[in-house]
């Protein structure tokens, strides 16, 4: 396999299948299809990250059959090789707010499961000021710090438009306490990014789960709570996928579940406005067509309004999607 030339074929591609930090391409060879992934460049990091995807993946290999192998990996230029596996996406199957085939609800189940009884040991080493283990606290606060950074990073237009949007200071100050209260959990491998762009239906009957860039080793009840949010579930598989995770998951780690997924609903949540006010603002400044304008300030209206409820006593109002598109126009000529 020249890995090279693969290289060269998939970037020169017009059609891609593109996540916020990657592209991935399908590519013929001679012994079948494979999947070429190309870091994208100049996407702002708006996730933690803790390994290199590729030496996660060969650490993982023979613990997790449900992901892609990997086949080659290059760091100049940065890509990888994945297998290819053929099947529909998940969200191609079933998209959101459509309750989801029974394989793939077992699939997520066991999926889950197989995570959560990976021990430390098979795992890349982790960064000298991660977390230790157990701390659900420390791990609660690495996510809300960097979501405060996200707030302040950005160039004075984007402040304005937090501004305009009354997104906080600190997004996060009244999520602190609950933080603090958290119970002692001890940490899991997290995929950190289960949605329905992430899973493939394979034509073998088995659900594969693709794009491990975010996987992190902390609160296992952050998992759960961060694939809740993203999968637009029904009421009743919401339900049947938490009691699925109950029952996949060891006694140890449902300690504290039930206020666990609470908070980490709650940040996911503010996460959301303030990382979307951010991605929605530049798609609706970007738009020429007025609907789809104003489809993007409704999805940015919603997602203001459920972080406000974890904001504080005394949050303004958010603006309506009229008053978002006015905003936006300001604040991102």
């Known amino acids: 396999m020249d890995a090279i030339a693969l290289y060269e074929e998939a ?183 289960i949605h329905r762009k992430n899973m493939i239906l394979a034509d073998d009957g088995h659900v594969a789960f693709l794009d491990w860039e975010l996987a992190l080793w902390g609160d296992p009840v952050y998992d759960l709570a961060d694939h809740l949010h993203k999968m637009s579930y029904t009421p009743a598989q919401r339900q049947a996928v938490t009691e699925g995770w109950d029952r996949s998951a060891p006694d140890e780690c449902r300690t504290g579940r039930r206020a666990g997924l609470d908070f980490y609903l709650a940040f996911e949540a503010v996460k959301s406005a303030v990382v979307d006010t951010v991605r929605w603002g530049r798609r609706i400044a970007g738009a020429d067509d007025a609907v789809e304008r104003e489809r993007l300030c409704l999805e940015l209206a919603g997602k203001l309004a459920a972080a406000r409820r974890h904001w504080g006593a005394g949050s303004p109002p958010v603006p309506g999607p009229r008053e978002i598109e006015a905003a936006v126009r300001r604040c991102l000529r």
């Open 11 to 193: 970037g020169a591609r017009e059609t891609v299948l593109s996540g916020f930090y990657n592209r991935n391409v399908r590519v013929e060879t001679g012994c079948g299809p494979v999947l070429v992934r190309i870091r994208g460049s100049g996407s702002e990091h708006m996730d933690l990250t803790l390994w290199p995807e590729a030496e996660l993946l060969e650490a993982i290999e023979r613990h997790v059959p449900s992901a892609p192998r990997l086949l080659h990996a290059s760091r100049d230029p940065e890509f990888q090789i994945h297998e290819y596996i053929p099947g529909p996406r998940v969200d191609e199957v079933a998209p959101d707010g459509e309750p989801l085939p029974d394989t793939v609800l077992k699939g997520i189940e066991g999926f889950f499961g197989t995570l959560l009884r990976i021990p430390a040991s098979a795992l890349p080493p982790m960064a000298g000021d991660w977390p230790a283990d157990g701390d659900t606290a420390g791990f609660a606060e690495l996510l809300m710090g960097l979501v405060r950074t996200i707030r302040h990073r950005g160039d004075e237009a984007t402040g304005r438009l937090y501004e305009a949007l009354a997104v906080p200071e600190d997004p996060c100050g009244a999520l602190g306490d609950r933080a603090r209260r958290l119970a002692e959990r001890p940490f899991r491998l997290l995929h950190a990014d």
